[in-house]
């Protein structure tokens, strides 16, 4: 009934008092059951001699073991059905070994078995208490463990010798067994001359109840166990433990001394540079090496020293040498795509991220782990050839220091107490981070010589419910004091400045908008290596970018979800704060967005440098404190703008690709989107496309481009720095805009981000058309903020209506506004006035803020049917404020706000309830 109804792998049949019970009932699962493996279980040795006078238990039962009061013998039993089943196909993975067993007597191999499988899971057990953070490295130091193969003939041990050669670290045999049929007294013989002829670095354990044996197994080259000894179960583990390289690696002199003891590999590497060079030549003879790798589980490394004999070394040296690099080489692609904790031994790659202290990594730590897992196991070299695609070397230092130094500096009064924030900034700057971390950061700074970005990650930045981007800071550092010492203390500043950015005025708005407390928000810091080259004293990128998997403003034949980039010379602060840049579809790069007059009138013309000539930059005055805007000018002179600038020609209104002619240089990135100079489009629609997929939700990227081919590929380098979720882009709320009155229109566009209906908003506050002045554009800005703080204590909501950019830093494209400085705004307008045209386009942080949280954001670029503002409505309403530039009004029924997502049209009516 069981066996109709469940599956089993394995049936173990115990001998009863009934002897001949078992074998019929055998024969009778085999006969329905053949697939099944079916084992006997003796109850003691005397049950073999009557077994013996039964030929067909032999092929009845797949194996016979005898109960010697042990049960581990169970654990035995099943294991070796479970390595014999996966034998082949862990074999052809690559990723195990084997030993052999040839016994042919049940009362041996049971005792053999149970005490061969607990030596070998003793050596697991403290392979695993080594690996104590990475749970899937634990399972894979499980799976890794030697297999069991087991034998009973001559035939059978042949087999499995052919066939799992390459696999094979040790077999134990006994001297006298079947073969050709026969129980021969030689056979054991006649397999190790076949092993030796396989390989002759196969240790092999010759077993027999006869003393004789003993000189002839070691006169071929064999150990020898006396099957009568009194130890015997001991000297089989002594064996496996010893020439198998199980548990602590011994160095020894040549003469067998004791000279140090390795307990893993981090103290084998250690020792390793150090040990005498007879030492070094002692076990390189022996393969102990390799055998110790091995049984360890470092298969990869086992495998990259066993074909190597000492004879193809020049010196010892030459060895020791060749070792270190093998395991150095290991741990870089062990740890690929991981965090790992940080290590003094280890140099900083690219290809992981090291945890400088325990905690969360922050949204934006969180972001570049995805990123560099997804990097380092997916192979992106093969769809997109002629690129290499990286992360810079990061650091993360988790949010238990945050709390730590907030506790230890007795930081918490001050926080509470609201001090002005230059008092709050300075008692950071004081504060002492913990001797741990200190520690680590002074081997850090030892090793990393290149500019450094320091980085806010904070619990909320950059996630899916409450963003936060461009609310903390970050600052760069150019890095190359002479002094370790003085390079140590900028980055410990700098540290403490944006751990001091939490509590910033304009961050602490940006929590009351989100109905946040401030005592919730942890921060993590991430420590990148800047991307970028030294240019006559200045360091900076090729290309700084975004790139969202979304385009809110298609335009022509191009579609949402067909994405967007924009590009810019130098670092990424240019990008990100929405100043002048170059935008494309990366699935249509060779087309320009915008007429050849507004390429021109738009094109790039400073871009960011870290200026390595401030040595000793005062980071307390801001972000900004070690960069220098530089003019297009500089990056010619640099060499910099070969592949990135054209020439525009005023005689027959066309851009020329190239710096060949005279003429006002054009940033279109011609040769490398039109010319494919290098594949930066193909990459983009390659990486937002995987990375969308991943994460589950549309994205946006930042990256860098270098284009110096010194990479080991001989390619231009894609950094990937940022990866952030994109949201906004719902279309599910459609509008039938043709049945509503003119009359209550007061604003109407074709050009809108967001989805769904707004009506609960009684205020509007506008720039009014005939006060603006674009000299004045940062008085705007104060001005606003003022306004925009009543709105946030009255918990009032408005729509926000100004010319130009809103979110630029550039002060004459737009009102160069922070997120803070306009947080309550439920809906943002830009509109385009006479003679201050309007380029729809936002800084990555401003962006992501607006989408994330949700906010309508309008845009209007000519005034006509469809995309207009009705001055004259808004001044109907009631007049709450009006400020030089800006007008506050109200009404007295809330405006109801449509915004269709996927028509991307939108407008405003008056009187909601009606």
């Known amino acids: 009934f069981l066996l109709k109804n469940r599956h089993f792998d394995l049936i173990i049949i115990m001998m009863g008092s009934d002897k001949k019970f078992p074998f019929i ?122 297999k069991l193969l087991h034998a009973c003939t001559f035939e059978e041990a042949l087999s499995i010798l052919n066939t799992y050669k ?97 307990r893993n590999l981090k103290e084998f590497e250690a020792l390793l540079k150090q040990i005498p060079e007879e030492s070094l030549t002692y076990h390189a003879l022996k393969n102990h090496f390799s055998l110790w790798m091995m049984a360890r589980g470092e298969i990869e490394i086992a495998r990259n020293i066993k074909p190597y004999k000492v004879k193809d070394f020049n010196s010892a040296e030459e060895i020791r040498e060749f070792l270190l690099k093998i395991i150095q080489k290991h741990k870089i692609e062990k740890d690929k795509g991981k965090i790992v904790p940080f290590d003094a031994d280890v140099p900083n790659e690219p290809s992981n991220i090291v945890a400088l202290s325990s905690g969360a990594l922050g949204g934006k730590g969180r972001g570049l782990a995805f990123v560099n897992t997804l990097i380092y196991n997916y192979n992106f070299s093969s769809v997109i050839p002629g690129v290499s695609i990286q992360t810079p070397c990061t650091s993360i230092i988790g949010t238990d220091e945050f709390d730590y130094f907030i506790q230890r500096n007795k930081l918490n009064v001050l926080i509470h107490e609201n001090v002005d924030f230059s008092v709050l900034k300075e008692a950071f700057v004081n504060g002492e981070l913990s001797y741990e971390l200190m520690k680590k950061l002074k081997i850090f700074i030892q090793k990393m010589k290149k500019p450094l970005a320091v980085r806010s990650s904070s619990l909320l930045e950059d996630s899916l419910s409450q963003p936060f981007s461009g609310v903390f800071e970050t600052y760069l550092l150019p890095n190359n004091h002479a002094s370790d010492e003085v390079r140590l203390q900028q980055l410990t500043k700098a540290i403490k400045l944006v751990y001091a950015s939490v509590f910033a005025p304009h961050a602490r708005l940006y929590f009351e908008a989100i109905n946040y407390k401030v005592e919730e928000e942890k921060m993590a810091v991430v420590i990148q290596a800047v991307v970028g080259n030294e240019f006559q004293g200045y360091y900076y990128p090729h290309i700084s970018g975004t790139a969202q998997s979304h385009n809110f403003y298609p335009v022509g034949h191009m579609k949402p979800e067909e994405g967007l980039a924009v590009l810019a010379l130098g670092l990424g602060q240019y990008v990100v704060e929405g100043e002048k840049t170059y935008r494309f579809s990366p699935h249509y790069p060779k087309t320009d967005m ?92 390659v990486v937002l496309s995987i990375v969308k997929e991943a994460m589950g ?75 603006f002045d674009h000299m004045k554009t940062e008085q705007m800005a104060k ?53 201050f045209p309007l380029d729809a386009s936002l800084g990555s942080h401003f962006f992501h803020n607006v989408t994330a949280m949700n906010v309508g954001y309008f845009s209007i670029k000519q005034m006509n049917s469809d995309d207009y503002v009705s001055w004259e409505k808004l001044s109907q309403f009631e007049v709450v404020e009006q400020t030089n530039f800006f007008k506050h009004v109200r009404a007295d029924k809330p405006f109801c706000v449509y915004m269709d997502g996927g028509s991307q049209k939108a407008i405003v009516v008056k009187n909601c309830d009606e």
């Open 697 to 771: 939700t549309p994205i946006e990227i930042e990256f860098a481009v270098d284009l110096n081919k010194n990479n080991p590929e001989g390619v231009p380098t894609f950094y990937l720095l940022q990866i952030k979720p994109l949201l906004g882009n719902e279309k599910d709320f459609q509008v039938d805009f043709s049945k509503f009155d003119d009359k209550q229109i007061v604003l109407k566009t074709s050009k809108s981000m967001g989805n769904g209906k707004i009506d609960d908003i009684y205020d509007v506050v506008y720039v009014v058309p005939e006060r």
């Open 166 to 262: 390459d696999i094979i670290i040790c077999v134990i045999t006994d001297i006298r067994f079947p073969r050709g049929g026969r129980v021969d007294d030689k056979a054991g013989f006649e397999l190790l001359k076949n092993i030796q002829t396989i390989s002759n670095s196969i240790p092999v354990l010759m077993q027999s109840s006869d003393a004789e044996n003993m000189k002839k197994a070691y006169e071929q080259g064999a150990m020898f166990l006396n099957k009568n000894s009194d130890s015997l179960i001991q000297d089989l583990k002594d064996f496996i433990n010893f020439h198998l390289g199980f548990g602590n690696f011994v160095f020894r002199s040549k003469e067998g001394k004791q000279l140090a003891i390795a």
């Open 25 to 146: 009932l055998c024969e009778r699962i085999k006969t329905h059951y053949p697939y099944i493996s079916t084992y006997l279980l003796l109850n003691n040795d005397n049950d073999i001699q009557y077994l013996n006078k039964f030929s067909f238990y032999k092929s009845s039962f797949d194996k016979v073991f005898v109960w010697n009061g042990d049960s581990k013998i169970f654990f035995a039993m099943v294991k070796l059905l479970e390595d014999k089943i996966n034998i082949e196909n862990d074999a052809k993975l690559g990723v195990i070994n084997a030993i052999l067993l040839v016994e042919d007597s049940p009362k041996y191999y049971s005792r053999f078995l149970p005490a061969m499988y607990n030596a070998i899971l003793e050596q697991t057990q403290r392979l695993i208490e080594e690996v104590n953070t990475d749970e899937l490295y634990k399972v894979l130091k499980l799976r890794a463990r030697p």
């Open 594 to 685: 915008v007429s050849v007059q507004d390429l021109v009138k738009n094109s790039q013309t400073e871009f960011y440098a870290i200026d390595l000539n401030k040595k000793e930059p005062n980071l307390m005055e801001g972000e900004n404190a070690a960069l220098k805007r530089l003019e297009i000018y500089d990056a010619e002179m640099h060499g910099t703008l070969k592949h990135l600038a054209s020439v525009y020609n005023p005689e027959n209104d066309t851009i020329d690709a190239g710096l060949n002619k005279n003429g006002p240089r054009v940033l279109n990135f011609a040769n490398i989107l039109k010319y494919d100079y290098f594949p930066l489009a193909e990459t983009l629609e």
């Open 783 to 835: 001005e606003i903020e003022q306004i925009n703080t009543k709105m946030m204590r009255s918990g009032k909501k408005y729509i926000l209506i100004g010319p130009g950019r809103w979110g630029t830093r550039d002060k004459f494209i737009g009102i160069p506004v922070v997120w803070s400085q306009i947080s309550a705004a439920k809906v943002i307008v830009e509109v385009e006035l006479p003679n």
